[in-house]
């Protein structure tokens, strides 16, 4: 069925099929401009995201802008490096031939945005997608509307027009994209939505990497050597961008006598980062919609007690930073992300009973441990599945792009980041370039008809996986010597 992307489509491929990307220099080409991009516009994108999301200045430069610049750094340090014929081992009956692996570029990728950090999520795929040769449809959240028009009104005039498109559009118009078929799909959203994405590629096989959310936890004890300073990066984490981050902590597993000591450092945390009234705090963001104010108002009245903030105020979309004590795993907040400023605090026995919560429930995003005791952390990385863990800090991970970033089971498949995105978006071939050695052709002249038992047995015993005692450049070499051999032999009796 045609749609009203088809042409644009077609033209893309097109674009795709001539060639243009896959020239190492062209790609560079494009993350240089799209580098352009960010420090050109920096004050544009800057009041985009505080019109879209009252975003602080401070955080749309750092985990937003310089988190891309650097992805795009990355990609430019190591491209050449990413783009070799990566060599494998042989086995016995190969010695003498050239196995590799050479990424290839799918062809044409669909990325499709979330709106809460509208700039790394939608550019950070971007960057791996265009280092990897691909073309590609952008479609940015229509939640955060500012960033978009953005995107669409000034990327064009950095990217090449014909391999690179920012598509605008709703729900709507995404299902109506989602219907034409790409070579590669990137969606980071809601698990909801992450369920229609990856139906739709089924439609055409089309292979999806779904950066998706879910309720990530929080296991705090009292082994902290100073636990205002845990406390510090986990409310940091918790209410950067009101809280709206997929891998913020959603909620707090410890002991009643950890949450005996948490309100008065919490209350002096807080005031040390957003002031006595946050609301007046240029550094504490806003909930993106009206829809998900309302969703999170409901969630607030409906579970456990307000011992910090719960104050509201519909018209400036402001949730004040809230902690929640005598919360019960079957209030509403702890059946949902909860994507907003309120964390809600859990009273476990021991480490035992808060591995069993988290392994009750869907596999997180993340999962975090506050903790200096070792066997606990072994319990943890052990016992319990997670896309990440981050021990004694929170969100930090993500600094570090030689980790893959991505979830499992409910909060995603696939990962990207660094070297990852590159091999996201890139097929890995298989390629195998066999030469004509005499000794292997005799060696492996078995697998020939007339079959019998006895070949049967000798090529199996051949191919048999076993530890190698010689070194593959010395078998090389044997193999080589041998094959002369052969070949001489062969002359003399013919
Ligand atoms: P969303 O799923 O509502 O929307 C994401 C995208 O899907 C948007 O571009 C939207 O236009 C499109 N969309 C919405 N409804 C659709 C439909 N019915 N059919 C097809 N497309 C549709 O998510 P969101 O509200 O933008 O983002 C919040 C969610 O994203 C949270 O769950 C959060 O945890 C998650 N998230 C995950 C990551 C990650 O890297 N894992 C990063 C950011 C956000």
């Known amino acids: 069925m045609k749609t009203k992307y088809s042409d644009l489509i077609a033209t893309t491929r097109q674009a795709f099929a001539s060639g243009v990307t896959r020239d190492i220099e062209f790609r560079k080409c494009q993350l240089k401009a799209l580098y352009r991009f960010l420090v050109d516009n920096e004050s544009l994108i800057v009041s985009a995201l505080n019109e879209d999301l009252r975003k602080p200045s401070f955080e749309t430069r750092m985990a937003e802008i310089d988190f891309c610049l650097n992805d795009i750094l990355g ?19 190969t010695i003498a031939d050239n196995p590799f692996i050479l990424p290839e570029p799918y062809g044409l990728v669909l990325i499709i945005g979330a709106w809460n950090y509208p700039i790394q999520v939608t550019l950070s795929p971007l960057i ?30 950095y990217l090449d027009n014909r391999c690179f498109h920012i598509v605008l559009g709703d729900a709507e118009d995404t299902k109506q994209l989602l219907t034409e078929q790409f070579d590669y799909i990137f969606f980071t959203g809601s698990n909801r939505v992450g369920r229609i994405v990856h139906q739709s590629a089924a439609q055409h096989l089309t292979p999806a990497t779904l950066e998706l959310g879910g309720k990530s936890p929080l296991y705090i004890d009292d082994s902290l050597p100073d636990m205002e300073m845990g406390w510090r ?13 997929c891998v913020a902590p959603d909620y707090i597993l410890c002991t009643a006598s950890v949450q005996k000591t948490l309100i008065p450092i919490a209350t002096k945390i807080l005031k040390q980062f957003f002031g006595d009234n946050p609301k007046e705090s240029p550094d504490f963001g806003r909930i993106v919609s009206d829809r998900h104010f309302e969703r999170l108002e409901k969630l607030l009245s409906t579970s456990g007690k307000a011992v910090i903030g719960g104050d509201i105020d519909l018209t400036d979309r402001y949730i004040s930073p809230t902690i929640l004590f005598d919360v019960e795993p079957t209030d509403s907040i702890m059946q949902e992300e909860i994507f907003g400023p309120i964390l809600p605090v859990i009273v476990v026995k021991d480490v035992t009973e808060a591995i069993d919560f988290v392994n009750k429930r869907e596999k997180p995003l993340t999962l975090y441990i506050f903790s200096t005791q070792q066997q606990v952390i072994d319990k943890f990385l ?90 593959e450049n010395i078998m090389y070499y044997i193999v080589f010597i041998l094959g002369f051999i052969t070949c001489f032999l062969y002359n003399q009796f013919e």
């Open 382 to 471: 052990k016992e319990t599945s997670s896309g990440s863990i981050c021990v004694n800090d929170a969100m930090i991970q993500l600094t570090i792009d030689s980790l893959p970033f991505g979830g499992v089971g409910n909060s995603g498949i696939g990962a990207y980041h660094g070297m990852y995105s590159f091999e996201t978006f890139s097929h890995q071939k298989s390629v195998l370039i066999r030469g004509f050695n005499p000794f292997l052709e005799w060696v492996g002249s078995k697998r020939y008809p007339p079959y019998s038992d006895n070949r049967l047995k000798r090529l199996l015993r051949l191919l048999r996986k076993r530890r190698s005692i010689i070194p």
């Open 233 to 245: 990066r986990i409310l940091w984490a918790k209410m950067i961008n009101a809280g709206q981050t």
């Open 75 to 93: 990609q430019l340090f190591n491209i050449d490096k990413y783009v070799s014929r990566k060599t494998v081992p042989k086995t016995l009956v």
């Open 128 to 157: 791996g997608a265009i280092a990897a040769g691909n073309v590609v449809f952008v479609k940015p959240s229509e939640l955060s509307p500012m960033t978009a028009k953005l995107f669409h009104e000034l990327l064009p005039k």
